[in-house]
């Protein structure tokens, strides 16, 4: 398993994200202060995977399809058209808070043994699932992740066959390139060329191709490549940092990297996302 740690302070607001890669999951864990993520707005892709979202919410609100707010603690399972790969007509969430704590798994669909889909509504769980979430709370590790599937699966939520594959140990190829990599996400430097990386790690661009491609196809990456998986998570970032209270459109293109609000408004445009500034209508968070 692979991890790293992000921390970005917006204005007034925060975001700590730490990453885990799995070849059989992906997590992240979310601290958002005064952020708001709308479902809506995020970024579109090609096609949807035969893969679901834990969405578990530990701290701050969710709404579905504009009903009531639900406080946390809850657990949603999501399908990946709500989640990873919007799709039109998917139902959408607002998920807040000051702060928010999100622990989001991503988890091939076979592996699952409840009803999937928002409209299912919140998961029954055991108090002993909200203690392991509560452990990674405490101690963002891959540890007590993996004992947060291991709740889930003695709950008879996930099927027994995940834990049991878990990889312990990465080959070398992919922890030399995590070394490089993982820098980047730490500092959320998602404009980072193929070509800088290379020189970092000491590899040839064509070399270096090879191995990101067998890294993001390996623990199931956005997108499908490394230019496709920046392009989708500086486009999450910027949605995200324009819910921001006091942020202007101009001044999230230059924290994630865009060259220009005339750049952002053209990302905006390929991913068939609406106008920054319409964005931020929607989303600007409010206490």
């Known amino acids: 398993m692979l991890s790293a740690t992000s921390v970005r302070h917006f204005g007034d607001s925060t975001l700590r994200s730490t990453v885990f890669l799995e070849r059989q999951f992906r997590a992240h864990l979310v601290h958002r202060d005064r952020l708001l993520y709308d479902s809506a707005y995020a970024p579109p892709a090609k096609k949807a995977g035969a893969f679901v979202h834990l969405y578990a919410t530990l ?12 406080e946390a603690p809850h657990v949603h399972v999501l399908a990946e058209n709500e989640f990873d790969r919007m799709e039109k007509g998917a139902p959408t969430f607002r998920s807040w808070g000051n702060p928010a704590l999100i622990c989001e798994v991503r988890l091939p669909a076979s592996t699952l043994r409840v009803p999937i889909g928002l409209r299912h509504g919140a998961l029954q769980l055991s108090p002993s699932v909200f203690e ?22 003695a709950t008879g939520v996930l099927a027994k066959d995940l834990t049991a594959s878990v990889v312990t140990e990465e080959p070398e190829r992919f922890l030399r390139l995590w070394t490089v990599i993982k820098p980047l996400y730490e500092d959320l430097a998602t404009s980072a060329s193929l070509k800088q990386i290379a020189t970092v790690a000491k590899l040839s661009l064509r070399q270096l191709g090879r191995d990101l491609g067998d890294l993001t196809r390996t623990f199931g990456l956005f997108g499908a490549g490394f230019r496709d998986a920046m392009r989708v998570l500086r486009l999450r970032a910027a949605v995200l940092m324009l819910s921001a209270p006091g942020s202007t459109p101009s001044d999230v293109a230059r924290s994630v990297g865009y060259g220009s609000l005339d750049a952002m408004g053209r990302a905006f445009r390929d991913a068939e996302l609406p106008a920054p500034s319409v964005v931020q209508g929607a989303v600007r968070y409010s206490d």
Do not use: F, M, W
């Not at 004992?147 to 699966?153: A, D, H």
């Open 59 to 70: 701290k701050g609100a969710i709404s579905v399809d504009g009903g009531p707010t639900l």
């Open 132 to 153: 392991a979430y509560a452990q990674l709370e405490a101690e963002a590790s891959e540890r007590n992740l993996y004992q947060i599937l291991v709740e889930l699966t």
